[in-house]
């Protein structure tokens, strides 16, 4: 297992590498750039964040307007202006060059500046960090906590008064929306029309610094419980029928009859035979699941409850073009998910010894 680890382990770079490499051409080459957000926000087509960074840009040149179709809504701009503006953002190199310097600063864990925050991309990826990792581990592991010992038991009660109603619920909590729940929370739990219990914003109180390490821990929980728990509702309908539906699979082969024909007790059975082949496929399901929750399907959460994640962070860079931010989250949520699939594997060997990667080709 020391061999396949340090295998996948040697693969990160150059699969990194890959990924960001593609991303950047198709990014780069696509329109409506940072440039482009620049001129819109100039011509007052927008008036965005970048209104900051326009006074830079015109104060570099104050020659009269010339005519400059390079960019579209450029018309009546000084193309001496757009040079200035694309020097700012280091577009007055070719795109093998601003590859490149990517490249070598990236190897050095150099993520670059938000073009419209002037702050490092890394600083922001810290501060945001904590939001995302709160949301995507608790509830993850509720999920998983609620999903599998639910799905067990359904397959074991198949066709029963409880695997009946737990399907109803399971169903309501697939067709609903984790963001409608969210709202419905609020509006039953923080302060909305009814019970005023919960925050309704932030992820700690803003004595949180005063706090005991006790009443930290506590004010922290309070926090979450809202966003964790419209997570988890709307998380669990698919895992638990999977889990379900992989157990009744594995009842049904010859070897789980056979060893009931054998007298063996129905938990050994269940636990000591089915768990592990049937878990598999759900433990198969955990990296993406948890990057999927840490990176993008809290998005909306993030927005209802007032959490800066980075999910909300890599949505805005996308709007706004900002590319170090784009690229600075892609190499990080790429990282992550290398990282999370070879667990993944380790724990296939945990859950079931059989399973060998060493004798597997990579």
Not at 43 to 54: I, K
Not at 162 to 170: C, K, L
Not at 327 to 343: A, D, S
Request: charged fraction near 15%.
């Amino acid at each position: 297992m020391a061999r396949y680890i340090t295998r996948r382990l040697l693969l990160i770079f150059p699969t990194l590498i890959g990924i960001i490499t593609l991303n950047f051409f198709i990014v780069q080459l696509a329109p409506g750039g940072p440039v482009d957000q620049m001129i819109a926000t100039l011509t007052g087509q927008d008036t965005g964040s970048a209104a900051s960074r326009v006074a830079g840009a015109q104060s570099a040149v104050q020659t009269p307007q010339m005519e400059a179709t390079q960019y579209a809504g450029a018309q009546g701009l000084d193309p001496e202006l757009i040079a200035a503006i694309e020097k700012q953002f280091g577009f007055d190199k070719p795109i093998h060059e601003r590859y490149l310097k990517m490249l070598g600063d990236y190897l050095t864990l150099d993520l670059g500046d938000s073009y419209f925050q002037n702050r490092p991309v890394i600083d922001l990826i810290i501060e945001r960090l904590p939001v995302s990792v709160s949301l995507g581990l608790w509830s993850t592991l509720l999920v998983y906590l609620l999903s599998i010992p639910l799905g067990i038991r359904k397959a074991v009660h198949d066709g029963t008064r409880f695997d009946a109603w737990t399907s109803g619920v399971i169903f309501v909590g697939y067709a609903v929306p984790s963001f409608l729940f969210a709202v419905f929370m609020i509006v039953l739990f923080a302060g909305g029309s009814y019970l005023d219990i919960f925050p309704l914003k932030g992820l700690t109180s803003n004595d949180w610094d005063t706090m005991s390490p006790l009443a930290k821990v506590g004010d922290y929980f309070w926090h979450l419980a809202l966003p964790v728990a419209a997570l988890t509702i709307g998380g669990f309908a698919t895992l638990t029928m999977l889990t379900k539906n992989s157990f009744l699979d594995e009842i049904s082969k010859q070897y789980v009859l056979t060893a009931r024909a054998k007298g063996i007790n129905q938990k050994r059975v269940l636990y000591g035979h089915v768990f592990r082949n049937a878990m598999l496929i759900v433990i198969a399901g955990f990296p993406a699941a948890l990057i999927g929750v840490l990176f993008t399907g809290a998005l909306l959460i993030e927005v209802i409850f007032s959490l800066d994640g980075l999910g909300l962070l890599g949505f805005e860079a996308v709007l706004r073009r900002d590319y170090p931010i784009m690229f600075g989250t892609l190499f990080c949520f790429t990282f992550l998910g290398l990282l999370l699939t070879l667990i993944g594997d380790i724990t296939y060997t945990l859950v079931d010894p059989r399973i060998d990667f060493e004798t597997r080709e990579t």
